[in-house]
């Protein structure tokens, strides 16, 4: 499998050029085009996995109908172009046994060897309910995720802070520390919910430059009315 | 200080790197990500009556961040935009600038911010009554939706309204309401500035209103 | 396809997120430019033609307003900014060469290439109800068109498959066909998953966002009408 991402940061896909045999897993929605020599099983699982993500996904994308679909590359391979939503930056990750904590709506695809799961509740209880949820994803594989905004990584070496809604995702060897904005700052100072996260120790946060809330909020009250 | 701009430009980002001592002042909800250990303190952006100025006429908000390194090793902030596009710096030795509303993203301590009228057809066109003039010895940094472009001018050039950024001060403007020929092919509120003189303008490839234009027909 | 040359001097800038197209006309030369998308004009630069009620534009079919510019007494400059954030590119169609475009793809083109709207093998249904239509290019002359998000050029050989909503232009070389995927009717919202599948040789322009997933994720934000 090899992937290419052009149009980074502002409108950025990625091709995953499959071998015959070859298997991704990528989000429902999230295909773009694709040549022909490719068999496709949509599905509201993982590929293989046991249980059912059926509930807990659907939860997990905000009720919408959540599905994912699983291509196969015939004989001759297959490319397939992914892209998300909103503008945006992409990057392949290569996982080799770690883990990392993923905000979900940046998942966009991996390959077979990757598993992923919903379990994560480690912000539950400070975040209001339309907030993010996050994704635990472990494995051996590729990982391809998409945020708004570019993408750029925080080597964390001692503390530092970064505001939740620009978190894309972070080892799972890292502290954190939720907390909203201290009484010494106004709250108008931050983004979004006002809510900042402290990592600690030793690992890499991937931040987005921008976040998708803040652009609404300016851009929704200018259109017409719903 | 050592700043980089990274991502321009669709999605600009700055991060600086303040050595111990040093200041970066930036607006309200500018911050992203930033060392632990670096001081913020919330400002009123000017005294309290031309801040209120500001905020109502000129767009900018209430209040300033200044992020201040009082420790003893570089430490770095991180900061945005709220909505995507360009960003870009200005070195200013004395001179001044005037941005529009809404472009003035962070500044070194020796940039002084003021305002300057803009006149009631940018008011009306909602591009607010004042424009930003930023001078004095320092770097401004400043940004807007799309990608920053600049233009020398030598005699008049028409410009849509919501497409401009920066205009140097001994430039004059005049802001021209929708009307005649200009309304059916400027985009935006059809709200036209005809720059005269000799000069650099910055103006933006896109335009917020644009994107509304362009967008509600289709929602 | 072989590259012409053009008959205008231009460049574009800004690719592939917010690109600006800036053509600089000579003395007596005339442009045709999409409606609302000026940005900067030079104060030589006149609407060539005024239309009945004096509009000044030309209503080509369902919805593409277009002007007319010449430069007079001079040569003269102007900048475009389409309304969408996104790529552009251009190209020089040979005589009775065609193009499909995508009608909000449209940004400006010379006189001499024929736009139309409504035309014999037009087939409706390709993009789901969001308004969408092709528009018949045909050359010789200048064609400039954008995308939303960064576009993508494949030369197909074969046989491709692309989400409807993604498709800016291709080439009339190309058969093209209606369909769904998946068969999962019940899982697609929103007219997810109706793809057209292109077959044969030629070249496929396409972007990397669509519309009407963009609409979908401001509507929270948009505000609602007061009963």
Not at chain 2, 50 to 79: C, D, I, P, Q, W
Not at chain 3, 84 to 91: A, E, K, L, V
């Given at each position: 499998?090899?992937?290419?991402?052009?149009?980074?940061?502002?409108s950025?896909a990625?091709?995953?050029?499959?071998?015959?045999?070859?298997?991704?897993?990528?989000?429902?929605g999230s295909m773009i085009a694709?040549?022909?020599?490719?068999?496709?099983?949509?599905?509201?699982?993982?590929?293989?996995?046991?249980?059912?993500?059926?509930?807990?996904?659907?939860?997990?994308?905000?009720?919408?109908?959540?599905?994912?679909?699983?291509?196969?590359?015939?004989?001759?391979?297959?490319?397939?172009w992914?892209a998300q939503t909103l503008p945006?930056?992409?990057?392949?990750?290569?996982?080799?046994?770690?883990?990392?904590?993923?905000?979900?709506?940046?998942?966009?695809?991996?390959?077979?060897?990757?598993?992923?799961?919903?379990?994560?509740?480690?912000?539950?209880?400070?975040?209001?309910?339309?907030?993010?949820?996050?994704?635990?994803?472990?494995?051996?594989?590729?990982?391809?995720?998409?945020?708004?905004?570019?993408?750029?990584?925080?080597?964390?070496?001692?503390?530092?802070?970064?505001?939740?809604?620009?978190?894309?995702?972070?080892?799972?060897?890292?502290?954190?520390?939720?907390?909203?904005?201290?009484?010494?700052?106004?709250?108008?100072?931050?983004?979004?919910?006002?809510?900042?996260?402290?990592?600690?120790?030793?690992?890499?946060?991937?931040?987005?430059?921008?976040?998708?809330?803040?652009?609404?909020?300016?851009?929704?009250?200018?259109?017409?009315?719903? | 200080?050592?700043?980089?701009?990274?991502?321009?430009?669709?999605?600009?980002?700055?991060?600086?790197?303040?050595?111990?001592?040093?200041?970066?002042?930036?607006?309200?909800?500018?911050?992203?990500?930033?060392?632990?250990?670096?001081?913020?303190?919330?400002?009123?952006?000017?005294?309290?009556?031309?801040?209120?100025?500001?905020?109502?006429?000129?767009?900018?908000?209430?209040?300033?961040?200044?992020?201040?390194?009082?420790?003893?090793?570089?430490?770095?902030?991180?900061?945005?935009?709220?909505?995507?596009?360009?960003?870009?710096?200005?070195?200013?030795?004395?001179?001044?600038?005037?941005?529009?509303?809404?472009?003035?993203?962070?500044?070194?301590?020796?940039?002084?911010?003021?305002?300057?009228?803009?006149?009631?057809?940018?008011?009306?066109?909602?591009?607010?009554?004042?424009?930003?003039?930023?001078?004095?010895?320092?770097?401004?940094?400043?940004?807007?939706?799309?990608?920053?472009?600049?233009?020398?001018?030598?005699?008049?050039?028409?410009?849509?309204?919501?497409?401009?950024?920066?205009?140097?001060?001994?430039?004059?403007?005049?802001?021209?309401?929708?009307?005649?020929?200009?309304?059916?092919?400027?985009?935006?509120?059809?709200?036209?500035?005809?720059?005269?003189?000799?000069?650099?303008?910055?103006?933006?490839?896109?335009?917020?209103?644009?994107?509304?234009?362009?967008l509600?027909?289709r929602? | 396809?072989?590259?012409?040359?053009?008959?205008?001097?231009?460049?574009?800038?800004?690719?592939?997120?917010?690109?600006?197209?800036?053509?600089?006309?000579?003395?007596?030369?005339?442009?045709?430019?999409?409606?609302?998308?000026?940005?900067?004009?030079?104060?030589?630069?006149?609407?060539?033609?005024?239309?009945?009620?004096?509009?000044?534009?030309?209503?080509?079919?369902?919805?593409?307003?277009?002007?007319?510019?010449?430069?007079?007494?001079?040569?003269?400059?102007?900048?475009?900014?389409?309304?969408s954030?996104g790529?552009?590119?251009?190209?020089?169609?040979?005589?009775?060469?065609?193009?499909?475009?995508q009608?909000t793809a449209?940004?400006?083109?010379?006189?001499?290439?024929?736009?139309?709207?409504?035309?014999?093998?037009?087939?409706?249904?390709?993009f789901s109800?969001e308004?969408l239509?092709?528009?018949?290019?045909?050359?010789?002359?200048?064609?400039?068109?954008?995308t939303f998000g960064g576009?993508i050029?494949?030369?197909?050989?074969?046989?491709?498959?692309v989400d409807s909503g993604h498709i800016v232009?291709?080439?009339?070389?190309?058969?093209?066909?209606?369909?769904?995927?998946?068969?999962?009717?019940?899982?697609?919202?929103s007219g997810e998953g109706l793809v057209c599948?292109?077959?044969?040789?030629?070249?496929?322009?396409i972007q990397t966002r669509k519309i009407g997933a963009f609409a979908s994720w401001?509507?929270?934000?948009?505000?609602?009408?007061?009963?």
């Amino acid at each position: 499998m090899q992937t290419e991402i052009i149009h980074n940061p502002g409108s950025a896909a990625a091709r995953v050029h499959l071998e015959n045999g070859e298997t991704l897993t990528a989000e429902g929605g999230s295909m773009i085009a694709m040549s022909n020599d490719v068999t496709l099983e949509t599905t509201t699982k993982k590929k293989g996995s046991g249980g059912g993500l059926l509930k807990a996904a659907k939860r997990l994308f905000g009720g919408e109908s959540f599905f994912f679909n699983h291509y196969t590359a015939g004989t001759t391979g297959a490319d397939i172009w992914l892209a998300q939503t909103l503008p945006g930056d992409m990057m392949e990750m290569q996982l080799d046994g770690q883990t990392v904590i993923l905000q979900a709506g940046s998942f966009v695809a991996c390959s077979a060897g990757v598993d992923f799961d919903t379990g994560w509740q480690g912000f539950k209880n400070l975040l209001s309910k339309e907030s993010l949820f996050w994704l635990r994803v472990s494995g051996k594989g590729k990982l391809i995720l998409s945020s708004y905004g570019a993408i750029y990584p925080i080597q964390v070496n001692g503390e530092y802070i970064v505001d939740t809604g620009h978190i894309v995702g972070f080892d799972e060897t890292l502290n954190f520390k939720l907390s909203k904005a201290g009484k010494s700052w106004v709250s108008s100072i931050l983004g979004g919910e006002g809510l900042v996260c402290r990592f600690k120790g030793h690992g890499t946060v991937w931040c987005q430059s921008h976040n998708a809330p803040s652009f609404g909020k300016i851009l929704g009250p200018k259109l017409r009315p719903r | 200080m050592k700043t980089s701009i990274e991502g321009r430009p669709a999605f600009a980002h700055f991060h600086v790197d303040l050595e111990p001592g040093e200041s970066i002042i930036s607006e309200s909800d500018a911050m992203a990500s930033m060392s632990a250990d670096l001081d913020m303190k919330a400002r009123f952006n000017g005294g309290f009556l031309s801040a209120l100025l500001k905020r109502f006429f000129g767009g900018e908000s209430l209040f300033v961040n200044e992020f201040t390194n009082n420790t003893s090793a570089t430490r770095r902030v991180t900061l945005v935009q709220s909505t995507p596009g360009d960003m870009s710096s200005m070195e200013l030795n004395g001179n001044s600038i005037c941005l529009q509303s809404g472009a003035y993203i962070a500044s070194t301590t020796g940039v002084k911010l003021g305002l300057k009228w803009a006149g009631f057809a940018s008011f009306i066109g909602r591009e607010g009554l004042f424009k930003l003039i930023a001078s004095g010895d320092g770097t401004v940094w400043y940004g807007a939706y799309g990608a920053l472009l600049e233009r020398v001018v030598d005699g008049e050039l028409i410009v849509d309204s919501s497409h401009l950024v920066i205009y140097e001060p001994q430039m004059t403007l005049k802001v021209q309401m929708a009307g005649g020929i200009f309304s059916s092919f400027f985009g935006g509120e059809g709200l036209v500035t005809r720059v005269n003189g000799k000069g650099k303008i910055t103006i933006q490839s896109r335009s917020l209103s644009g994107l509304k234009s362009w967008l509600n027909p289709r929602l | 396809m072989n590259p012409q040359p053009s008959e205008y001097e231009s460049r574009i800038e800004a690719r592939p997120d917010f690109s600006f197209l800036t053509v600089r006309l000579q003395s007596g030369q005339t442009i045709k430019v999409e409606a609302s998308a000026m940005a900067t004009m030079d104060t030589n630069l006149r609407m060539k033609t005024k239309m009945r009620g004096g509009l000044g534009r030309f209503l080509t079919g369902e919805s593409l307003f277009i002007n007319e510019f010449t430069a007079q007494n001079g040569p003269g400059e102007l900048g475009i900014a389409p309304g969408s954030p996104g790529d552009m590119d251009h190209i020089s169609l040979k005589e009775s060469e065609v193009l499909f475009l995508q009608n909000t793809a449209y940004v400006a083109s010379s006189p001499s290439v024929n736009l139309e709207t409504k035309w014999q093998g037009l087939v409706k249904g390709l993009f789901s109800g969001e308004s969408l239509f092709l528009v018949k290019c045909t050359g010789p002359g200048d064609l400039w068109f954008n995308t939303f998000g960064g576009m993508i050029t494949i030369d197909v050989n074969g046989s491709y498959t692309v989400d409807s909503g993604h498709i800016v232009a291709f080439s009339s070389s190309l058969e093209y066909r209606v369909g769904r995927i998946g068969g999962y009717k019940s899982l697609f919202f929103s007219g997810e998953g109706l793809v057209c599948h292109f077959s044969g040789t030629g070249r496929l322009w396409i972007q990397t966002r669509k519309i009407g997933a963009f609409a979908s994720w401001v509507f929270p934000f948009r505000p609602s009408k007061r009963k």
